[in-house]
Each structure stands twice: as C-alpha cells, then as structure tokens.
C-alpha cells in the first residue's frame, strides 16, 4: 500500500517514475474510503482535484522537489482557494447543512490560499482535504468538533488527542503522507503523541500564519504531523521563512534542515526539566522518556538535570492569555463580517446575538467570556497584565536552560490517549493536558514530539470483570530546542529514530 510509505521513500519512487503521483493519491483516497468511517478525521474531501493536479504533475513528470506529488491533508483551519474551510464549528457552515454531508456546498469557501498551502502547491505537493479540529482549535481532545469526534487509530473508545486530531489520526492510518497542524499549546505535540506520529511546532514566527484561522495569534504555530524526523524536516524546509504577508515571521534564512540530520548527537547537552515530571502522571510516561535519555546517554549525549521554576504557573497564565486573544479573534464571526446568517431581526444587537449562540459551541462561547472579563477595565492590570509578566518570567526560565544545554527532553502529555468522554464535563481537566506543551507556547521556542514507548491501557472501570483488557497506547516525549533551534531538536529526534524503531509500530486498522 503506497499510502503506508513516507515522504523520503515515495520521493524516490516518483522520481525513479516506480511510482506515479496519480496512484499514490489514489491509494490515499482509498485509504481514506476504507478506515475514516471508523475515524472520522478527513471531512472536507477534495479527491476529484486532487486527482487533476497529481495528473498534471505526472504529466510534467518534474519530481525534484521531495514534496513534488506528495498527497496531504490540512487541518480545516487553512484557508485553501475553492476548499471548504470551517474551523469544524457551525459558526462556518449553514445552519440548514446536514452534518453527514461533507460536500461543503453550504460551508465557508475561501477565495485564496494561505501562505502555506499556497507554497505546498507551488512545489506540486497534492491537497487530499481537510481533517477535524476542535471547535476554532480549541481542545485538547477534538470533541469539540461539529462533525463529531475523531477516534483514535488504535483504541476507536480513546480520542486521538487535540486540536489537530484528524491530521495525527490521518497520518498514523496511512490516509495520506503527511499533514498539516496548528499549535497554540500542543495542538500539534499532544495528538502526534496520542497517535504515535511525529509532530513539530516552530519557533513562533517561522512559519507564516496568513490564511490560517486564528486563535491566540501571539501563539498560533503552523506545522506538519509526519511519519518520521526525516519528513517533518523535509516539510518545515518547504513551508519556512519570512512572508510578506504576516508581518510575524522572522526573517532567519531557512537553513535545509534535512542537512542537519547529518550531524550526530556526540557530545549534545540534553536537559530533563525536573518541573516535568510530577506527581498524577502515568508512571508509564515517565519511564519511558527515562528510558530515551538512556538512549540519548548510549548515543554520547550528555542528560543534565535542569529547572524552569515558573512551569507551575503556566496553565494559569495560559488560560487567561489565550481566551483574552479568543475573545477578540472571534468577534469577527458575527454574521455580517464572516459567519452564518439566520433570518433577520429587529435589532443589530439581537442579529448579533442569534448569530453567535447559535454559531459558536460551548468551549468557545467559555473562552470568550473569560477573555472579555481578563480584558475589561477594572480586571485588566489584575489578570491579563499580571498573566503578561508571568509569561515573560516563563519565558526567561527556558532561556536560562539554554545557557547550559543544547535542547530539552519531557514527556508530551501526562498520560497516554484517554477514553472519549473523560474530561467533556470537566474544562479544568482538559486544560491540564497542555500542562507540558503549553508553556513552550508561551516562551515562543521549538518542539518536536516523538513516539518513544507504549502504554498498557488500565481497563476501564466500567468494564464488566474478564472482559478483554484494552491494548497499547503510543507514549510521546518532545525534545525542546532554543528560539530559531529547530535543527538541533530535529538533529536528537533523527538520532532517536534511528536508535529506536517505535515509530514504525502502526495499529491494526485491517489491510
Ligand atoms: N489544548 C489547548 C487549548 O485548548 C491547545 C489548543 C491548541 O494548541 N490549538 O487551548
């Protein structure tokens, strides 16, 4: 099955014409017919065009760059000409639209790309679709999602991990190559976690975030969900660097990164932040990124222990940050800017009202009440100001860190995928999931999550006694590197996959 192959070895397939790109997109597509209805991670489907430029490239028959030909899916906030777009909330979608129908006929359609699909389609890579998101991105989970939840490739009961769940399940089902994700706190890290792919969120400012719907736009990352290092530094190389059109992005030269996974580990100073093991987390997550500094140590790396003595703060800052920067991001979907319409009213303010209750779900109408009070006159120095300066304080810790190591190695998340359901009537509880991944959000610096183990599932309470355990869960850790050091994080995460064979381990999803 060429869809089960990675970026690197279908490139070479293409090229040597073993492979055209027109099978493979097809593969990909029957992939897609074959194992979504049990995921539900691919909703806007874009097959038809997929298949035309992937003719159009075979007929060029130019395959030199790595991502000529190769069929992705994009997170369903990436604005993409003629495609569907819909953040995964009503709020985007007609209120008529029949949830079963993934048409789009009734949704959102932008009239250009972003930035980064549009530089994935000047170098002939192959858009399949969109994948289901938390509602505006916002979860940790993809419940939130108005299509409904995406399951996990290896336990259907377990949610595959937010926001970018549908790009972490695509990948790991072999649905397409690779996919693009979004990470304001972990989104891209925590499902790549959950799922057993690999996932890089950028220095803030890397990559561009024109044409992506926002959420907190002084933390949105844009990045790829992969099947190895190898291909995160192969798609980062084609989507990096300064954009005209997000005055955001840094103007470092982008390096090729896949040069960087030249370079051995000898003699790299790896920090385990002691902040991030703790107390409540699966002991199974921490022996196994115990078990990867061991093999860091085989490798010659050196393991030294390090403090960020503000990461206890940082839920606390990150939620009052993040909701501030909801609540103004969404106040364009009002029905006249953007959004849904519903019949008219007597009022503006009434119009206002029914666009937006009826549009936007519960976790986003919670964010952006919560940011309204942060911001407004009176609470403002109490919360949103004093969250501020706390960030800064988090973000001296990692710069700190730096001074004596060359990256970071923590766990992901604090356990492996839970059971769907588990945290929806509990925010608090889903909001310490991003307990590891969130902060690094805050400080602006790079991660790269890798699968380093499984888990054993604990049967669930509810099972009647014998009844068949659950199986294994994929177990991430992330290697976090300082501002503009995605080279050296790609450079340990290679080293550990060549070391290490746990991300060739894929469920059993049948063929
Ligand atoms: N779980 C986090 C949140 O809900 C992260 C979301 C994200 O990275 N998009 O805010």
Same mark, same amino acid.
């Given at each position: ?6 970026i690197?070895?279908?490139h070479?397939?293409?090229k040597s ?10 593969a ?6 074959s194992?979504d ?5 691919v ?18 028959g ?6 000529a030909g190769?069929?992705y ?15 995964c ?6 209120p ?21 699909t ?5 170098q ?16 940790a ?10 399951r996990?490739?290896?336990d259907s009961?377990?949610v ?9 399940a695509a990948?790991r089902?072999?649905?397409c190559?690779f996919?693009?994700g979004?990470d ?18 950028v220095t /803030?400012? #890397?990559?561009?975030?024109? =044409? ?5 736009s002084?933390?949105?990352? %844009? +990045? ?8 995160a530094?192969?798609?980062l190389g ?16 982008v390096?090729?990164?896949?040069q ?25 997550v ?11 140590t ?48 007597d009022?503006l303010?009434?119009? /206002?009202? #029914?666009?937006?209750?009826? =549009?936007?779900g519960?976790?986003v109408?919670?964010?952006?009440? %919560? +940011?309204?009070?942060a ?12 969250a501020?300066?706390?960030r800064?304080l988090?973000k001296?810790?990692?710069?700190k ?6 990256c ?11 059971k769907?359901?588990?945290?929806t009537?509990?925010?608090v ?9 969130a ?25 009647p006694?014998?009844a068949?355990?659950d ?8 290697l ?7 080279e ?22 049948g063929?």
């Amino acid at each position: 099955m060429s869809s089960s192959l990675t970026i690197a070895q279908a490139h070479e397939r293409l090229k040597s014409k073993s492979l055209s790109a027109v099978e493979l997109a097809q593969a990909c597509i029957e992939r897609i017919e074959s194992v979504d209805k049990t995921l539900n991670a691919v909703m806007h489907r874009n097959f038809d065009r997929a298949l035309e430029e992937a003719k159009k490239t075979d007929k060029q028959g130019k395959f030199d760059h790595p991502l000529a030909g190769i069929p992705y899916l994009a997170k369903d906030v990436f604005c993409e000409e003629g495609v569907p777009t819909t953040a995964c909330s009503n709020m985007l979608r007609n209120p008529a639209a029949d949830p079963s129908d993934r048409g789009g006929a009734r949704d959102f359609v932008p009239p250009f790309d972003s930035t980064t699909t549009k530089r994935l389609k000047a170098q002939s890579a192959v858009s399949l679709g969109k994948t289901n998101t938390d509602e505006f991105t916002m979860g940790a989970s993809t419940e939130t999602s108005c299509f409904g939840v995406t399951r996990n490739p290896w336990d259907s009961s377990r949610v595959a991990g937010g926001s970018s769940g549908g790009s972490a399940a695509a990948v790991r089902a072999d649905e397409c190559l690779f996919a693009l994700g979004t990470d304001t706190g972990g989104s891209i890290r925590q499902p790549a976690s959950f799922c057993g792919c690999v996932g890089l969120k950028v220095t /803030y400012g #890397r990559t561009s975030r024109y =044409g992506v719907l926002s959420m907190a736009s002084s933390l949105d990352s %844009i +990045g790829a969900l992969t099947k190895t290092v190898e291909d995160a530094a192969i798609v980062l190389g084609s989507i990096a660097g300064r954009d005209p059109l997000d005055a955001t992005t840094g103007d470092e030269p982008v390096p090729d990164y896949t040069q960087a996974l030249k370079k051995d580990v000898k003699g790299l100073k790896i920090g385990l932040p002691k902040e991030y093991f703790i107390k409540g987390m699966d002991p199974q997550v921490e022996s196994a990124v115990r078990e990867a500094a061991k093999v860091f140590t085989s490798l010659g790396a050196k393991i030294v222990d390090v403090s960020l003595p503000h990461s206890p703060y940082a839920i606390a800052t990150y939620y009052v940050l993040v909701p501030s920067e909801v609540s103004s991001n969404m106040a364009r979907y009002d029905g006249v800017r953007f959004g849904h319409t519903v019949p008219e009213r007597d009022s503006l303010i009434e119009y /206002y009202e #029914r666009v937006r209750s009826s =549009g936007f779900g519960d976790e986003v109408k919670r964010r952006i009440m %919560i +940011g309204t009070y942060a911001l407004s006159a009176g609470y403002y120095d109490a919360y949103y100001r004093q969250a501020q300066r706390v960030r800064t304080l988090i973000k001296h810790d990692f710069e700190k860190a730096f001074e004596q190591v060359d990256c970071l190695l923590s766990p992901v998340a604090p356990t492996p995928a839970f059971k769907i359901g588990a945290h929806t009537g509990d925010p608090v509880q889903m909001y310490l999931e991003d307990i590891f991944t969130a902060p690094v959000n805050l400080a602006g610096i790079p991660g790269l999550s890798i699968p380093c183990g499984f888990a054993k599932a604990k049967p669930s309470s509810e099972a009647p006694k014998g009844a068949k355990e659950d199986g294994l869960l994929p177990i991430g850790m992330q290697l976090l590197g300082p501002q503009w050091g995605e080279e050296v994080i790609l450079r340990a995460g290679h080293a550990y996959e060549q070391a290490t064979d746990w991300y060739t381990r894929k469920p059993s999803l049948g063929n």
